[in-house]
């Protein structure tokens, strides 16, 4: 499974390019707003209005009209889609309004999010709602493997999608009881991860604890990991043979 990450930034940022590029090369699959996979190109607002610069500012009412037009309507569209698509949200400093927005619409969603701040920058409390703040490519890229992708949110990425699928095939009278049964489900997965992980965490030498920016090492990762998924797999089968009723 290849981690889907939505890269909210600014055009003026001028680290976008070389994030995207390192996040791919690290096995990530990301969306580029500037590049998106349609083809035609990001939206700017000179699609909408070919004397706009830039920073130039335009009157309320100047901007509503410019949302209604088409070329706002699909960019929109492509860049919403991809927050849907996504599993997780890197919020890439120094940025604006519709990258914070973007960021927010993922916490509320509960889907991981990480800021990433290259450079010194006025600092903002709310950044507090993000599960992390990185300050280089690397801690995010140990953050997005270590903590998402190999430990409990990266199960509970993998648990989701596994349920969204059993749900589509379900009838319309047994989807209240998959949604209890997963609800309850995934409370105990939870649970008995988190405890797993908090242990592993204490009985580790304090030092490689330190080393690992508080996570713990690859080996119990991977045991969790499997313990987890081989209790799913006997639960889903459950719901297969109608055990969820």
């Known amino acids: 499974m290849s981690l889907r990450i939505y890269l909210a930034s600014s ?18 699959d990301v969306y580029d707003f500037r590049n998106p996979p349609h083809g035609r190109g990001g939206f700017s607002w000179s699609d909408c209005d070919p004397d706009w610069k830039m920073g130039e500012h335009v009157t309320p009412h100047q901007w509503q009209a410019m949302l209604a037009m088409p070329p706002a309507v699909d960019g929109f569209a492509s860049d919403f889609d991809a ?7 890197v919020l890439l400093l120094p940025c604006g309004r519709s990258a914070h927005l973007e960021l927010g619409w993922f916490t509320g969603q509960n889907k991981p999010t990480c800021v990433l701040a290259l450079e010194p920058t006025e600092p903002d409390l709310m950044v507090k709602l993000a599960d992390v703040l990185a300050s280089s490519v690397d801690d995010c890229v140990a953050w ?41 489900m995934e409370l105990a997965c939870a649970a008995d991860a988190g405890e797993r992980w908090d242990n ?31 209790r799913y797999e006997r639960e889903c089968a459950k719901v297969a043979e109608g055990g969820a009723a």
């Not at 508080?214 to 080996?219: A, E, K, L, S």
């Open 11 to 28: 055009w003026r940022n001028p680290h976008q390019p070389g994030v995207v590029e390192r996040l791919r090369a690290e096995g990530f």
């Open 83 to 89: 927050m849907k698509w996504a599993d997780v949200c």
């Open 144 to 184: 997005l493997k270590m903590r998402v992708f190999g430990g409990p949110d990266g199960l509970r990425i993998e648990r989701r999608a596994r349920y969204m699928k059993l749900l589509h095939d379900a009838t319309h009278a047994e989807r209240a009881s998959l949604h209890e049964h997963f609800a309850d």
């Open 200 to 230: 592993a965490a204490q009985d580790e030498d304090h030092e490689e604890v330190k080393r690992n920016t508080g996570y713990v090492t690859n080996h119990v990762i991977a045991q969790v990991e499997h313990e987890a998924q081989a």
